[in-house]
Nanobody, 122 residues
Framework: HVQLVESGGGLVQPGGSLRLSCAAS????????MGWYRQAPGKERELVAR????????NYADSVKGRFTVSSDNAKNTVDLQMNSLIPEDTAVYYC???????????????WGQGTQVTVSS
């Protein structure tokens, strides 16, 4: 099977920075896309940023453009999210996700990390 493991997150003051990392492992045949979603209390989960392995395209939510940077290492099947100029509205649980082909069945499926809390507060 495939699993995603996240690291990073925590408490930071407004204007500060954090870096999240995520590594995919297991029975991976190919990674199509990796990225990050977040979910704040009482809100729906929303896309933050994602990368497309085939095209190299990067996509960001309007609310994080210019502040967050997503990057991936295709050889290691990892994706990072560098978050700068954090504001309280960025407070949420951040989830790594991957659209991955499992070599056991060659089927596309979306896999999720366990989530990591990011809190921006003074």
């Amino acid at each position: 099977h495939v699993q995603l493991v996240e690291s990073g997150g925590g408490l930071v003051q407004p204007g500060g920075s954090l870096r999240l990392s995520c590594a995919a492992s297991g029975t991976i045949y190919n990674v199509v896309r990796m990225g990050w979603y977040r979910q704040a209390p009482g809100k729906e989960r929303e896309l933050v940023a994602r990368t497309s392995r085939s095209s190299g395209e990067l996509n960001y939510a309007d609310s994080v453009k210019g502040r967050f940077t997503v990057s991936s290492d295709n050889a290691k099947n990892t994706v990072d999210l560098q978050m700068n100029s954090l504001i309280p509205e960025d407070t949420a649980v951040y989830y790594c996700y991957g659209l991955i082909i499992d070599r056991n069945n060659l089927g596309h499926a979306v896999y999720w990390g366990q989530g990591t809390q990011v809190t921006v507060s003074s």
